[in-house]
């Protein structure tokens, strides 16, 4: 059997000298003894894929509310897996350290509520005055606290490398409050962020088309659009008759342009800088993965449109207004009397001190759609959405 440090020796020969390298990681909060045949960041991510909170994804709402629509719309599962595949692919084209990308990526919407934003502005408006609530902290809070699989340590214990993936918009005040130190986050964390751009911005495209929420009229006035068509028509005129393949065919080039845009863009940056090791990554002042100067406008004028034209386009909006009311009359149920809560939350409250609107808000976004549906027809259904 190949040792984990023969593995690990052996996949990190292919990394650039600035990426993280396992060996050298910061370390887990309470220590272990590792496993002979699989290294830290593996490790961290099967913790993610076998918790509870990753299985719940499934039934978290990306755009279209899941129990309300059919099931050919990404979730906030499959959105993962795909901003999952589209890292590693970029980490490994960048000689980052992919196991480590690969658990950042698994983990990095762990912390959504049911109802996608809406119901993030939900919670967030139901904790005013009471500490508001952020979904980057709320995945801290999962896998520091709440996933209860282990008994020498409450949460999944991952590495400081992986944790530090759901700090990429904090302060340094912040960081510090959460054990982390005051320095840039490391690339793989940078590249995360992004690949998860590159994957909503296309993929939100194809639902917005595939449902009829858009027309693919509509998205001639995007630079992006254009090129991604013109490039598909000009290698398949085919494909000018058959406007599904076409749609699915500019998708995938899209991504392809973004993609090629980020390693190029990226690979200058580091140049420019001179950036060889991770520290000079972490000391740097500047962002190094990016998007270039000619691509990045017309990536936020396909933003833009996006957010106008499809998430409050009236078919969204409807279905995510409705259930945001109806998850602030679920929040007041629980917070009108702590017994409603189920008993190990309610232990929380009785029995360590946390706060009442703290503990339901995590009850609350712990929930799947449909659990939190089930819910709410069970305790407030006949009660009229504010």
């Not at 050298?24 to 076998?50: K, L, N, T, W």
């Not at 499959?78 to 890292?87: C, D, G, M, N, S």
Request: glycine share 6%; aromatic share 8%; net charge negative.
């Amino acid at each position: 059997m190949r040792e984990r440090a023969d593995l690990e020796r052996h996949l990190e020969t292919a990394l650039a000298p600035y990426a993280v390298r396992s060996a050298d990681s910061r370390g887990r909060r309470v220590a272990e003894d590792e496993p002979p045949y699989r290294g830290r960041f593996q490790r961290d991510r099967d913790r993610i894929v076998h918790s509870t909170a990753f299985r719940r994804l499934e039934y978290k709402t990306q755009v279209f509310v899941s129990v309300l629509e059919d099931d050919h719309y990404r979730n906030r599962l499959t959105h993962t897996l795909e901003v999952t595949q589209i890292a590693r692919t970029l980490a490994r084209t960048l000689g980052l350290n992919e196991d480590l990308v690969e658990a950042l990526a698994l983990a990095h919407d762990l912390g959504h509520g049911p109802f996608g934003h809406s119901g993030e502005d939900a919670l967030n408006e139901a904790m005013r005055g009471h500490g508001g609530f952020n979904h980057n902290l709320q995945g801290l809070r999962i896998v520091d606290l709440f996933e209860r699989r282990y008994a020498e340590f409450p949460g999944l214990n991952l590495t400081y490398e992986t944790r530090e993936g759901f700090t990429k918009n904090l302060s340094a005040e912040s960081r510090a409050k959460f054990g982390f130190l005051n320095d840039r986050p490391s690339l793989e964390v940078q590249l995360v962020g992004h690949a998860d751009e590159i994957a909503y911005d296309t993929h939100d495209i194809e639902d917005a088309l595939v449902s009829r929420t858009l027309e693919e009229s509509d998205l001639e006035s995007l630079a992006l659009w254009r090129q991604a068509v013109a490039e598909v028509l000009n290698e398949h005129a085919e494909l000018k008759s058959d406007h599904r393949l076409r749609w699915r065919s500019a998708v995938r080039r899209l991504i392809r342009i973004l993609a090629g845009d980020l390693i190029a863009e990226t690979e200058r940056r580091l140049s420019a800088q001179k950036i060889g090791t991770l520290a000079e990554v972490r000391s740097c002042a500047q962002e190094l993965v990016g998007f270039g100067a000619e691509l990045r406008p017309k990536k936020v004028e396909l933003e833009r449109f996006l957010r106008a034209r499809f998430y409050y386009h009236p078919r969204v909006r409807e279905h995510a207004e409705l259930w945001q009311g109806r998850l602030k009359q679920l929040f007041a149920y629980y917070v009108d009397d702590s017994a409603r809560l189920p008993d190990d939350h309610r232990r929380r409250v009785e029995a360590e001190g946390a706060t009442l609107h703290r503990v339901v808000c995590d009850y609350v976004a712990g929930m799947t759609d449909r659990y939190a549906e089930r819910r709410w027809s069970e305790h407030c259904g006949e009660q009229p959405v504010a």
